[in-house]
């Protein structure tokens, strides 16, 4: 597998191999800079090879894969792009952005999700779409009902693909291969490289062209990030002050559906209009939450991590985890969607006192020390002891009560070695 990284990108979609017709809608709707995962994976892709692309959330992977799938199925009559994701709005999304760019070249879409009806997708298919966008559990279901065939697919393309090994979609995605021709181009898109999708690449790829513009679990630059150490009950209140704080957008994660409904409902009360977005509510209700979100209907959005990739909206003033994520990947795909396409952002997460060994994890998967900082109106002599008891301490014995920040990665949060 050969590797290119590079972290600045050519000005313009110039000499990628783009047809001038889609360079002429490209400059319509104002595409003028290519970011760098577009400019590194379009040239290959547009010669018909496989890629593997590793890119943060936010940073253009649609239109990585969008824009040559768009012009080898334009140039190749008769042949269909297949699209795999993990969520609803992660399709939705996609969908939305490839009808921009595809509308001016009669291109036809059929978009197979769960949580609506089947009738409307028998519909979409029988207008014979170029590309085929589905999450994996709808696609098999179609397959088993044979309402839709794969064996014209020439481009597939698996996006957020560690984010559908980590919900559980191995089996389907084996059983799809499984419908698909072997002639094929296959690309591979990803923020994050676990061994799994290495497998899926040596498997059932053809010397794919890896492509990485920023290591494996690379956080946004210009995201800065802070852990609060709280107990749980005092959560709440913490988040109270925070959104008087912040002014913006805020995305609030949290790690169960009980746990969402909870915090939506504390925040309403708080005098903040909030929608929620998880498993449990229907695809209506997903829409109207990340809708309202993008129009400002919501300041507030609580979300699970099944959402953590599927809210593409820009502007988002502050992350904030309520919970730690269960997955300590999770961490970089929760606070991504601040700081997006360069823009940026902040990311704040609660931290029980006996989770140190979480945020250990999320350090060394970023690379880099989070800043541990204390709620507001705090001082060392308020912080819990179990956590950062040692740096309390110190700054009893100083007589003081400020000093450098503590950080799990410079061992504050451990208890001190007993002198013998």
């Given at each position: 597998m050969s590797q290119l990284t590079d972290e600045n990108a050519i000005n313009g979609f110039y000499g990628l191999g783009i047809a001038p017709g889609l360079l002429e809608i490209l400059a319509r709707l104002r595409y003028t800079t290519p970011t760098p995962i577009q400019h590194h994976a379009i040239p290959p892709a547009m010669e018909g090879k496989?890629?593997?692309?590793?890119?943060?959330?936010?940073t253009g992977k649609t239109l990585a894969f969008g824009i040559p799938m768009l012009q080898i199925l334009a140039r190749e009559k008769g042949g269909k792009g297949l699209i795999l994701l993990p969520t609803r709005e992660l399709a939705l999304q996609v969908e939305e952005e490839l009808h921009k760019i595809g509308r001016p070249l009669g291109l036809k879409t059929a978009v197979l999700i769960g949580g609506i009806s089947m009738r409307p997708q028998l519909q979409s298919i029988a207008r014979n779409p170029h590309i085929i966008i589905a999450t994996p559990g709808r696609l098999i279901d179609h397959l088993e009902q044979?309402?839709?065939l794969l064996d014209s697919v020439k481009i597939l393309v698996l996006d957020e693909a560690d984010r559908m090994l980590d919900m559980g979609f191995e089996p389907q995605i084996r059983k799809i291969f499984s419908h698909l021709p072997k002639s094929r181009q296959t690309m591979l898109f990803s923020a994050t490289i676990p061994p799994e999708i290495m497998a899926i690449a040596s498997r059932y790829m053809k010397l794919p062209v890896r492509i990485e513009v920023?290591?494996?679990g690379t956080t946004a630059e210009k995201v800065s990030q802070e852990i609060f150490i709280v107990r749980r009950e005092a959560k709440l209140g913490l988040l109270r002050s925070i959104l008087r704080q912040y002014n913006g957008s805020t995305l609030v994660f949290t790690r169960t559906k009980y746990g969402a409904k909870k915090v939506t409902r504390a925040v309403c009360d708080m005098g903040h209009r909030a929608a929620e977005i998880h498993g449990n509510r229907t695809l209506v209700q997903r829409r109207d939450a990340l809708d309202g979100f993008k129009s400002g209907k919501y300041r507030v959005l609580v979300a699970t991590d099944i959402a953590s990739r599927g809210i593409d909206v820009r502007g988002i003033e502050l992350v904030l985890n309520f919970d730690l994520p269960s997955k300590t990947e999770d961490y970089v795909h929760r606070i991504g969607r601040t700081g997006r396409a360069g823009a940026e952002g902040h990311a704040i997460s609660f931290a029980l006192p006996e989770?140190?060994?979480?945020?250990?994890s999320i350090e060394r998967l970023i690379r880099q020390t989070i800043r541990v900082s204390l709620p507001p109106g705090a001082s060392p002599m308020d912080a819990v002891p179990s956590v950062i008891g040692p740096y309390a301490e110190a700054a009893r014995k100083r007589g003081r009560g400020s000093g450098p920040?503590?950080?799990?990665?410079?061992?504050y949060h451990r208890r001190p070695r007993s002198r013998r």
């Open positions: 496989d890629v593997v692309g590793v890119a943060q959330t936010g044979k309402t839709v920023a290591l494996s989770e140190h060994h979480e945020i250990r920040r503590p950080s799990f990665s410079r061992g």
